[in-house]
């Protein structure tokens, strides 16, 4: 226990001890986080109005961005399943970084979800025992159950692994080995229950359809190892931390395929809207062409199939096999599936509404700042996670200083 | 090439990890922290302009509709009607209408007659106190008017913001559309805190004190019948109707859901909704469906009846009829 307040102790004291381009890095992610909290706390005072959403578009990019950033939290099992699974030495190096990510990115998605509320105040009535919760009827329900349930699962295992670390002690395999596999299969359920969340709106027909589910995992394969593979190259350079080529690569091979299928649903999607087009076709026309002289988000959706496109072309090419053109695939893929599941996904469910009227949605100012500070936030977050995390990874962070870091 | 791999972090920082707190580092800790606080403080500074009262102890305390007590829940509508008087200057009269027994609501509607006149758009607002900027703004009304082109029910090409000089245009019909109280309600099934739910008689309500403004029913109502407050509600004193009750037509607070409940502060005391009483050419009918002789049961027996959507298996209690 002591032991323990001295770790806390330590870590504290490192937080703050750093180079003055990790001071800069860390200064300018809080001011960024204060301008996203201050412009919702305008929110909070002044209501919902202060956004672009409408009673006929009820939900906007908060929600879009914590659809997207679900995903990119599941993608930790890209590392884990090589990892653990079959047993991939080079995937064991980084494993630990992408549950980190992971928890910093379910936070982020959990903000998203806070500020996206009406009333926030009332947040406890969604927490049993406090409130009334509606499981199993409402998939909402689930999916705070699976979040959090996530946000538990990585939080134990990556403290549960630098702790040991710390020690210099070999883990305990009974401790943490049973929730890696659980962890596996909760980061599916994580991303379905939240396709799960529109899916199972039989009003909305853009929704409705069976597809989105497996379009979200495929998309969420290639949009959080493409997060992944730039932060593994930031760390190999910003700190004394060797991360090689190997599971860069590794993670090419996994978003390749991932990206093929992504691609290869959004085409069987694309034939079944347009080959015949019903009633039911008319968000998808919204979104790709204009409906009844209503185009706003043409511009969008054609920017994240253009990127989509070059992504895949990089990632199925030799050009990805050089660290430069694997970056660029990264950046295009990672920008195109964030539009394509934000204004692409959720804006579209609500245009036209369900009595055919077309109100568009644009995010305002105040409502790009929140989201702005979150993704500081998430940011600020796995910095501070990271810079504490790698001390104790390479040894030199560690329980009794006095007895050389490869006695593990 | 990238260089070898130095698993080493700067020695200094570590070092300095192992030694005491000096004086010099407490106090550059001081210092940011103090920076830090401004800066969190200067964020914060929109809170100080949150009117006092809009979130009490009470508020945040208060349990669930159907948990409260009848001493609780008098005390609760005292304090809304405090709290309207405050704000608006009028005091209402804020009731809790039960359910009545054997009693089933439904309601049908002529499209043979309807005139697309607004009427009823406008009466509902007069009667339920929604917010709104002036009389013409009709956004908050539960009942949204679609014009249609003759030869179809089709919803994709509706307009709900016609503005002739005239109704009806000759080549146009008009189809009022809200809350269809439905037997299969999207909406109570997906919110997550039971803040909407199905009376005993039928009526979808929602609990504005317990709803957190989700909107999860908005995006699964299959009939846009859901309005959310975005802001605190305007609404003029003389505007006010003071005649209300908890799950209907009392003020709303800011950030919450409300629907059309049939008026059930009237309907519940023995009077027809709002928007029936004033339909200038009587397309509505309402009444009590377990009722065997009551004139809704007679149009459903005896009128050719279309349900709005019935593909999505919702099971409206809102019917559609036809003259001829």
Redesign the interface.
């Known amino acids: 226990m002591r032991d323990y307040v001295t770790f806390l102790w330590?870590v504290w004291?490192?937080s703050?001890?750093?180079?003055v381009k990790y001071y800069a890095w860390m200064s300018v992610l809080?001011?960024l986080v204060?301008?996203g909290?201050?412009a919702w706390?305008?929110q909070?005072?002044?209501?919902?109005?202060v956004?672009g959403?409408?009673?006929?578009v009820?939900?906007g990019a908060y929600i879009a961005n914590f659809t997207f950033l679900v995903g990119v939290a599941a993608a930790a099992v890209m590392l884990v399943i090589p990892a653990y699974i079959y047993k991939k030495e080079h995937m064991h190096e980084v494993v630990l970084f992408g549950e980190l990510m992971a928890i910093a990115v379910i936070v982020m998605c959990l903000l998203f979800?806070t500020v996206?509320?009406?009333?926030?105040?009332?947040?406890?009535?969604?927490i049993p025992p406090f409130?009334?919760?509606?499981f199993p009827?409402?998939?909402?329900?689930w999916d705070?159950i699976v979040l959090n349930g996530y946000l538990l699962i990585n939080l134990h295992i990556a403290s549960y692994l630098l702790y040991s670390r710390y020690r210099q002690q070999q883990p305990t395999k009974k401790f943490y080995i049973p929730f890696v596999f659980l962890s596996i299969v909760w980061a599916v359920s994580i991303h379905t229950v939240t396709a799960f969340?529109?899916v199972?709106?039989?009003?909305?027909s853009y929704w409705h359809h069976p597809l989105v589910p497996s379009r979200f995992l495929a998309s969420a394969f290639v949009a959080g190892p493409a997060l992944m593979v730039l932060a593994f190259q930031i760390i190999?350079r910003t700190?004394?931390?060797?991360i090689g080529?190997q599971p860069i690569f590794t993670l090419r091979m996994l978003m390749t395929v991932a990206m093929i299928i992504n691609m290869f649903l959004l085409g069987c999607e694309l034939f079944t809207e347009f080959y015949y087009p019903t009633?039911h076709a008319?968000a998808a026309h919204y979104l790709y062409f204009g409906l009844h002289g209503h185009s706003g988000l043409v511009p969008w959706i054609w920017t994240a199939i253009t990127l989509d496109v070059i992504g895949l072309v990089l990632l199925a090419s030799p050009a990805s096999r050089q660290i430069a053109g694997l970056n660029l695939a990264c950046v295009a893929c990672f920008v195109g599936i964030w539009i394509e599941k934000g204004m692409g996904l959720i804006i579209p469910?609500?245009v036209?509404?369900?009595?055919?009227?077309v109100v568009e949605y644009l995010p305002t100012l105040n409502e790009t700042l929140v989201c702005l500070g979150i993704w500081a936030f998430g940011a600020l977050m796995y910095s501070w996670m990271l810079h504490v995390a790698?001390?104790i990874m390479?040894?030199?962070?560690r329980a009794r200083?006095e007895l050389s870091p490869s006695t593990l | 090439m990238h260089p070898e791999p130095q698993n080493e972090v700067s020695p200094k920082t570590i070092e300095q990890v192992y030694q005491p707190l000096t004086r010099r580092t407490f106090l550059k800790g001081a210092a940011a922290s103090m920076v830090g606080l401004a800066g969190l403080t200067a964020a914060l500074k929109p809170l100080l302009e949150l009117e006092s009262g809009a979130i009490t102890l009470d508020d945040l305390l208060q349990k669930h509709y159907r948990e409260l007590s009848a001493d609780d829940l008098k005390r609760i509508m005292a304090g809304i009607a405090d709290k309207t008087e405050k704000e608006h200057g009028v005091r209402p009269a804020v009731r809790d209408l039960k359910p009545l027994d054997g009693v089933e609501f439904g309601y049908a509607l002529n499209l043979t007659r309807c005139i697309g006149c607004r009427k009823c758009a406008h009466a509902c607002l007069k009667e339920n106190n929604q917010s709104r900027d002036d009389a013409n703004d009709i956004e908050m009304s539960y009942i949204r008017v679609l014009e249609l082109d003759k030869g179809a029910i089709n919803l994709e090409t509706s307009n709900v913001y016609y503005d002739p000089a005239k109704v009806p245009q000759k080549d146009k019909f008009y189809m009022p559309v809200q809350c269809q109280q439905c037997r299969q309600s999207p909406c109570t099934k997906v919110c997550p805190v039971q803040a909407t739910w199905q009376e005993k008689d039928g009526l979808v309500v929602v609990d504005y004190n317990w709803c957190i403004g989700c909107r999860y029913c908005m995006a699964a109502c299959p009939y846009d019948a859901r309005r959310f407050n975005y802001q605190k509600p305007t609404i003029t004193k003389e505007a006010i109707n003071p005649n209300q009750s908890y799950l209907s037509n009392r003020i709303r607070p800011k950030g919450v859901v409300e629907k059309c409940t049939f008026c059930l502060h009237r309907t519940r005391d023995g009077k027809y909704p709002a928007c029936l009483e004033v339909c200038p050419t009587g397309a509505r009918v309402f009444g009590n469906l377990r009722d065997p002789n009551s004139e809704i049961n007679y149009i459903l027996n005896n009128k050719r009846v279309y349900v709005l959507k019935e593909e999505v298996g919702t099971l409206p209690r809102f019917y559609y009829f036809f003259d001829k």
């Open positions: 330590r004291r490192l703050w001890q750093g180079s809080t001011v204060l301008i909290l201050h706390a305008r909070f005072v002044d209501g919902l109005q956004t959403m409408t009673n006929q009820s939900w979800v996206d509320l009406g009333r926030p105040d009332r947040f406890l009535h969604m409130g009334v919760f509606n009827g409402s998939i909402l329900s705070v969340l529109y199972g709106l039989a009003g909305r190999r700190t004394r931390y060797w080529d009633q008319a469910g609500f036209p509404t369900p009595l055919g009227q790698v001390p390479n040894g030199s962070l200083p």
